[in-house]
């Protein structure tokens, strides 16, 4: 009977999984027109261009720009917390060396390096008068395929559990995700390895709610200490739902409830109930 | 629904207006006066190197485990910057147990051999920097620098078991250039262990000073 109930959960899962998938995909498509960024362009016209002698210090590949909006302010070093030492100004050029998180540190026609915010960037002119943008990357950009990277903490079948999660978002609704987890518990330890297919009906929601569908494989070991047996390897059928979180333009908490269904080779196919709290980091 | 109605007048309104348009031909009137003088604006991305991922070697460190001693503890660390507040990082370290004092004052036969007292760990952790700042030597330096407080979790291995692991801890970056600094590092491990016949927690502090450089 127990199977009947776990085979019974995997199956509205899947069919609440396939369901939101249907109704979602309209609204997306109507989302992703409405969330293009486009630089804000000011008032000042776009500065005029001098042949402006690179400085020794600059890499060749440093991409030469120049300052577009009034002022940018240069701090010492890639935080906010960090002095403004100087101010580039308004159709100036400079170099772009490298990006530190939200930062970028550029030099100067007479060597001065600093760091400025990605943020303040919306202004810059390349060579031929172009707009150089500096990209941002946000979870709200739904057309931008990405990677994000997660640690979970949870309890997997009353043991503790860490995870790992590795996701590449193909559409604004659906992502694949690789997951390994350990867990450590009184009488056995246990990994799992699983590709899941990730599918977020609202992804613009601020809460936003996921449903999971997935294989993969658990091992478990039971403790040496208690009982001499052998480590097991089971397929595993994997569904969850679970809720995402967007603190910050890049950072999501995420929380799931998930049903692993163990085909093992006894008698009686086993469940295992799990839940995670965790992280999610847009690369 | 309704706004797929909407839609598709809209665009059978603008095809209309379209085609009546062209129908107009160069019969139109005010054809020399509105046309948009627009320029468009090209816009590319800007071709930029990430420094994002920082690895640490640690140079010497020190950890203790709770009635088994002090010990060398070699290891390392791979972390990503998240923003200016948070990175995220993956810490591997291996480690000794020594004697423990039981074993020392009863003389008996010791309570495990030499390969279960080989320690090593890995955790998951979120850091925090929570005073970013500068130091200053002498006249004319200033180095970047941050201090942090950083938890996780993971998994600690010695005498044939794994043992969960809760980690905290506080540390020191100092940046000696864009790409390299000296961390000082130190954390409370703690977990769970039967080694005495029942289970206890314990506390195991670590102290380790570290080279990273970021890429």
């Given at each position: 009977?127990q199977?009947?109930?776990?085979?019974?959960?995997?199956?509205?899962?899947?069919?609440?999984?396939?369901?939101?998938?249907?109704?979602?995909?309209?609204?997306?498509?109507?989302?992703?027109?409405?969330?293009?960024?486009?630089?804000s362009?000011?008032?000042?016209?776009?500065?005029e261009?001098?042949?402006?002698?690179r400085?020794?210090?600059v890499?060749?590949?440093a991409?030469?720009?120049?300052?577009g909006?009034?002022?940018l302010?240069?701090?010492?070093?890639?935080?906010?917390?960090?002095?403004?030492?100087?101010?580039a100004?308004?159709?100036?050029?400079?170099?772009?060396?490298?990006?530190?998180?939200?930062?970028?540190?550029?030099?100067?026609?007479?060597?001065?390096?600093?760091?400025v915010?990605v943020?303040?960037?919306?202004e810059?002119?390349?060579?031929?008068?172009?707009?150089?943008?500096v990209?941002l990357p946000?979870?709200?950009?739904?057309?931008s395929?990405r990677?994000?990277l997660?640690?979970?903490?949870?309890d997997?079948?009353?043991?503790?559990?860490m995870?790992?999660?590795?996701?590449?978002?193909f559409?604004?609704?659906?992502?694949?995700?690789?997951?390994?987890?350990?867990?450590v518990g009184?009488?056995?330890?246990?990994?799992?390895?699983?590709?899941?297919v990730?599918?977020?009906?609202?992804?613009?929601?601020r809460?936003?709610?996921?449903f999971m569908?997935?294989t993969?494989l658990?091992?478990?070991?039971?403790?040496?200490?208690?009982?001499a047996?052998?480590?097991?390897?089971?397929?595993?059928?994997?569904?969850?739902?679970?809720?995402?979180?967007y603190l910050?333009?890049?950072?999501?908490l995420?929380?799931?409830?998930?049903?692993?269904?163990?085909?093992?080779?006894?008698?009686?196919?086993?469940?295992?109930f799990?839940w995670?709290l965790?992280?999610?980091?847009?690369? | 629904?309704e706004?797929?109605f909407?839609?598709l007048?809209?665009?059978?309104?603008?095809?209309?207006?379209?085609?009546?348009?062209?129908?107009?031909g160069?019969?139109?009137?005010?054809?020399?006066?509105?046309?948009?003088?627009?320029?468009?604006?090209?816009?590319?991305?800007?071709?930029?190197?990430?420094?994002?991922?920082?690895?640490?070697a640690?140079?010497?460190?020190?950890?203790?485990?709770?009635?088994?001693?002090?010990?060398?503890?070699?290891?390392?660390?791979?972390?990503?910057?998240?923003n200016?507040?948070?990175?995220?990082?993956?810490?591997?370290?291996?480690?000794?147990?020594g004697?423990?004092?039981?074993?020392r004052?009863?003389?008996?036969?010791?309570?495990?051999?030499?390969?279960?007292?080989?320690?090593?760990y890995?955790?998951?952790?979120?850091?925090?920097?929570?005073?970013?700042?500068e130091?200053?030597l002498?006249?004319?330096?200033a180095?970047?620098?941050?201090?942090?407080?950083?938890?996780?979790?993971?998994?600690?291995?010695?005498?044939?078991?794994?043992?969960?692991?809760y980690?905290?801890?506080a540390?020191?970056r100092?940046?000696?250039?864009?790409?390299?600094?000296?961390?000082?590092?130190?954390?409370?491990?703690?977990f769970?262990h039967e080694?005495?016949?029942?289970?206890?927690t314990?506390?195991?502090?670590?102290?380790?000073?570290?080279?990273s450089v970021?890429?």
């Amino acid at each position: 009977m127990q199977w009947f109930t776990g085979l019974r959960c995997s199956l509205i899962a899947s069919a609440l999984f396939i369901t939101t998938l249907l109704c979602s995909a309209g609204a997306a498509a109507a989302d992703l027109s409405a969330a293009s960024s486009e630089p804000s362009p000011s008032e000042l016209p776009p500065p005029e261009l001098h042949a402006v002698e690179r400085p020794a210090q600059v890499a060749d590949d440093a991409e030469q720009v120049v300052v577009g909006s009034p002022y940018l302010d240069m701090h010492t070093g890639p935080g906010r917390g960090y002095p403004v030492f100087h101010v580039a100004e308004y159709g100036e050029t400079l170099w772009l060396l490298k990006r530190r998180t939200d930062w970028i540190k550029v030099a100067l026609r007479r060597g001065q390096t600093g760091w400025v915010r990605v943020a303040d960037l919306n202004e810059l002119y390349g060579a031929d008068g172009e707009l150089v943008r500096v990209p941002l990357p946000d979870f709200r950009d739904l057309d931008s395929r990405r990677f994000n990277l997660g640690f979970t903490y949870g309890d997997f079948d009353g043991a503790d559990s860490m995870g790992l999660s590795l996701g590449y978002r193909f559409t604004a609704n659906l992502s694949a995700e690789l997951r390994a987890t350990q867990a450590v518990g009184a009488f056995s330890d246990s990994q799992t390895y699983q590709l899941a297919v990730v599918h977020q009906p609202f992804p613009q929601w601020r809460l936003s709610p996921y449903f999971m569908l997935g294989t993969g494989l658990t091992i478990t070991s039971p403790n040496a200490t208690i009982v001499a047996t052998e480590d097991r390897r089971d397929t595993a059928m994997l569904t969850g739902v679970g809720v995402k979180t967007y603190l910050s333009r890049r950072f999501a908490l995420r929380a799931e409830v998930a049903n692993h269904y163990l085909l093992t080779s006894r008698e009686d196919n086993q469940e295992i109930f799990e839940w995670k709290l965790g992280f999610d980091v847009y690369l | 629904m309704e706004t797929g109605f909407r839609r598709l007048s809209v665009a059978a309104l603008l095809c209309a207006g379209i085609s009546s348009a062209w129908a107009q031909g160069s019969d139109d009137p005010l054809g020399g006066l509105v046309s948009p003088d627009l320029e468009r604006r090209e816009i590319r991305e800007a071709q930029i190197d990430s420094e994002n991922i920082e690895v640490t070697a640690y140079l010497g460190g020190i950890m203790n485990v709770e009635d088994f001693g002090s010990n060398a503890l070699y290891g390392g660390a791979l972390a990503y910057h998240i923003n200016e507040d948070l990175f995220m990082e993956a810490a591997y370290g291996q480690s000794e147990l020594g004697e423990s004092s039981y074993e020392r004052l009863s003389g008996s036969a010791p309570l495990l051999t030499d390969e279960q007292r080989k320690l090593s760990y890995y955790d998951l952790s979120l850091a925090w920097n929570l005073f970013p700042g500068e130091y200053f030597l002498f006249d004319k330096l200033a180095l970047n620098s941050s201090f942090y407080l950083i938890g996780g979790i993971g998994n600690t291995d010695f005498a044939d078991d794994s043992h969960f692991t809760y980690n905290v801890g506080a540390g020191v970056r100092v940046l000696t250039s864009d790409w390299l600094a000296v961390r000082l590092d130190f954390r409370d491990r703690v977990f769970d262990h039967e080694i005495f016949g029942e289970a206890q927690t314990t506390n195991n502090l670590s102290a380790q000073l570290g080279v990273s450089v970021f890429f």
